[in-house]
């Protein structure tokens, strides 16, 4: 599934902007940045430094925010203000002022969407809505206006998170056999320095390190050039899975052993004293 986000010409507009309207009315577009835990996602997706917008609405003569949050609802402006990031807020509105007729376009609008819940995952559908694609079908289906441009937001593949977890089981896999053989190798040897053993361990799975990279990363491009744009992340993620798991058994892992100080007795089964034993001959 895609999904479509709203990137508006007016969060352009605002930024770097810090001037509020001289005088409140309807239709104004009101911008702050959430504290809410996506607003820094929405902020990079959009390259905006604002990550919630809503329609000014007046209602039994006091200002009003038009917002989708938890649910689409009117939030008192002072209220809504004071929700945002140091409570700094952006107003922008058409040049032109709209009509009492359009304002009353705009309400009725709005009425169909009060109510409806928050779309989490962005989907742009009128069953779930979410603050910018509300404030852009407002202005659409009410005047006509098209306040921005749609644009697509790149989905997460899940194909690029399964290549994730499959690449890290492969390179923890790897450093299994070379971690095997440092230990078959401290049991074999009885005056080996740690040293010399870690660096036999490496140079004798190394032919095996190799070939399994090879054999897998022709796998992975064969998908990336062959399996069409389907599979290209899962190829591609494991295609640089590989080459930094091979490079990390080669030139890291023992290394970090060595590090740690690692040595034969480390390594050897514990004797536990049996009394029973003790007195056998």
């Known amino acids: 599934m895609r999904f479509r986000f709203l990137v508006f010409a007016a969060c352009a507009w605002a930024a770097g902007h810090a001037a509020a309207a001289s005088g409140w009315r309807d239709g104004d577009i009101i911008f702050h940045t959430s504290r809410s835990a996506q607003s820094a996602a929405i902020q990079r997706a959009t390259h905006s430094p604002y990550s919630h917008v809503g329609v000014v609405f007046f209602r039994d003569g006091n200002p009003y925010v ?22 700094r807020y952006v107003v922008r ?42 404030v852009w079908k407002l202005y659409d289906q009410a005047l006509g206006v098209k306040l921005g441009e749609l644009q697509e937001l790149r989905e997460f593949d899940l194909t690029v998170l399964a290549s994730v977890l499959a690449v890290v089981g492969y390179s923890i896999n790897d450093k299994v056999v ?31 390190t190799i070939m399994t990279s090879l ?11 062959f399996g069409g744009p389907a599979v290209h992340g899962f190829a591609l993620t494991m295609l640089i899975g590989i080459v930094i ?37």
């Open 66 to 87: 038009f917002e989708a949050i938890a649910t689409v609802r009117y939030t008192p402006l002072a209220n809504w203000i004071a929700r945002g990031d140091g409570g």
């Open 93 to 134: 509105r058409l040049k032109q002022a709209p009509t009492a007729a359009q304002v009353a376009r705009l309400r009725s609008a709005a009425r169909a969407f009060e109510g409806k819940p928050y779309d989490l995952y962005f989907e742009w559908s009128d069953e779930r809505i979410y603050c910018s694609e509300l």
């Open 178 to 208: 070379v971690f095997d053989r440092v230990r078959e190798l401290f049991r074999s040897t009885r005056k080996a320095e740690p040293y010399e053993v870690l660096n036999r361990a490496i140079n004798q799975t190394l032919s095996r």
């Open 215 to 225: 054999t897998t990363a022709l796998s992975m491009f064969a998908l990336y050039f």
């Open 245 to 281: 798991g091979t490079l990390s058994s080669i030139f890291f892992a023992n290394p970090i052993l060595y590090w740690l100080g690692v040595s034969k007795k480390d390594l050897m089964p514990v004797s536990k004293e049996n009394p029973e034993l003790a007195r056998r001959p």
